[in-house]
Structures are given as C-alpha cells and as structure tokens.
C-alpha cells in the first residue's frame, strides 16, 4: 500500500472561483459523461466496495466536513470510513454546489483509497444527469476520476414526474420537458421517492438497481445514511476543537 495521492483524487489547479468559471467548466465537461453499461458489477453480486459521499457545512464558520464510507458490495457491511475537512472556497449558487463540495469529497475518497478500499460505483447523496446543464455533481465526480458514480437526490430539482406507484421498486421518469433526465424511485412501500440519474459509466437501469439494492431498510441508500452521520460527526468535532 502506498501512501502517494493517486492523482484522480487531485483538484484540477484550474478550479473555479467564480460562477462564470463554475457554468462554463460544467458547460465544457458535460459532453465527457458516458450513460452507458459495464462499468460496474451487478448489485450485490460478487466481492468489490460501493462507497458514499456526503458533506455538511457550518457556513457561520466557512467550514465543510466530507465523509467516505465503504460498504461491502454484498452486505452493506461498512468496511472503512474516512473524512475531510477543509474551508468552503465556493459560494451557494444553486446548479453549482459541486464546486463548494468536490475539494473536500476528493480529500476524503483519496483518504479511502490509501487505506486500500477502490469503489466499484460511488453513490452521491445529489444529481447526476438530473441537472440544468446535466453535469451534477455526481457526474462531475465521475468524469474527474474516472469512476462509475450515480447520483441519488431527497428532492427533484427544477424537473416534473407523476408518483410513482406505492410499491417498493415503483417508479416514474424525471422529466426536463420530454427528455427522462432521471426516476423517481419508491425505495420503501408507501414512503416517498428519492430521485436517482446517471452520473458517469452506469444506466439508468443499473443506477436504479443500485439504489433498491442499498435501501433494504429505508428510504435513502445505506451509502448516504452512513456518509451523511459520518461528516456531521466530522463537523461537531471541528466545532468541539475549536471550543
């Protein structure tokens, strides 16, 4: 095992400050998603990690905290974990939250790499596809690492869907006029949908999969469960050492 940072965990030196720099990255990017099966074993099926990222912020203080969880492919076992915490050095702009949560995502993915856990498909708690410009943060993690990501939303942005049926596995497309940018997806009997889109190297079909496969228990996937209690812990503590 080697202590080196694999340079698909390296923030580009070109990273935006500004939200014309942000558009016009996603804008140059957007074209570099692949939808597209093979990248990624069937769910469930055989050895491998399926890793969660999720942030959280204390903006009074300027101050994110990412977290990296790695779950046993086939029973969800959480199987290594890491943070990061750094400065927000990107302001909220809706359609451009990838550039406030990326730096410190890599940190904590890279983090996870040199303690030897590789994902076979990262799952990120927002949308991939499922975006204005189609260049989510899912599908931004995904084209700068080359990694499979899918992207699984609590809400569906700006775009329209029926309801799904009530029935775990029920769903409907996510709809930007007639173009499915992704589903809503009943993961729990009669428990509203999450909202699931490609990120990078999966379909839709598989993305979907995916999902079901990691909410056995409840509505959101046990990736994003484990991630979003590990960066909130991360964040108390900074606040902690800094009382």
């Known amino acids: ?90 302001p909220y702009v809706p359609g451009l939250l990838a550039f406030r949560e990326i730096p410190a995502v890599l940190d904590a993915l890279g983090a996870l790499d040199r303690l030897g856990h590789r994902p076979d498909v990262v799952v990120c708690d927002g949308y991939g596809l499922a975006h204005p410009r189609r260049f989510g943060l899912a599908s931004h993690l995904g084209v700068l690492t080359g990694l499979p990501t899918i992207g699984v939303a609590k809400n569906p942005f700006t775009f329209r869907h029926d309801p799904p049926g009530p029935r775990r596995g029920d769903w409907t497309p996510l709809l930007d006029g007639d173009e499915e940018v992704g589903r809503a997806l009943r993961t729990r009997d009669g428990v509203k949908p999450v909202f699931v889109s490609v990120g990078h190297r999966v379909t839709l079909d598989d993305a979907c999969a995916y999902t079901l496969h990691l909410a056995r228990d409840y509505r959101q996937p046990e990736t994003t469960r484990r991630a979003d209690a590990l960066c909130r812990r991360a964040l108390a503590d900074t606040r902690q050492d800094a009382g």
Do not use: C, K, N
């Open 1 to 90: 095992m080697t202590s080196a940072i694999d340079p698909r965990y390296q923030l580009p030196r070109d990273w935006p400050t500004t939200e014309a720099e942000a558009t016009a990255v996603q804008e140059r990017l957007r074209g570099s998603v692949r939808a597209e099966g093979g990248a990624v074993p069937a769910p469930g099926g055989g050895a491998g990690a399926v890793v969660g990222v999720d942030v959280a912020y204390d903006d009074e203080r300027g101050v994110v905290a990412a977290a990296a969880v790695a779950l046993d492919a086939r029973t969800l076992a959480v199987v290594g974990e890491t943070t990061a915490v750094g400065r927000i050095t990107f």
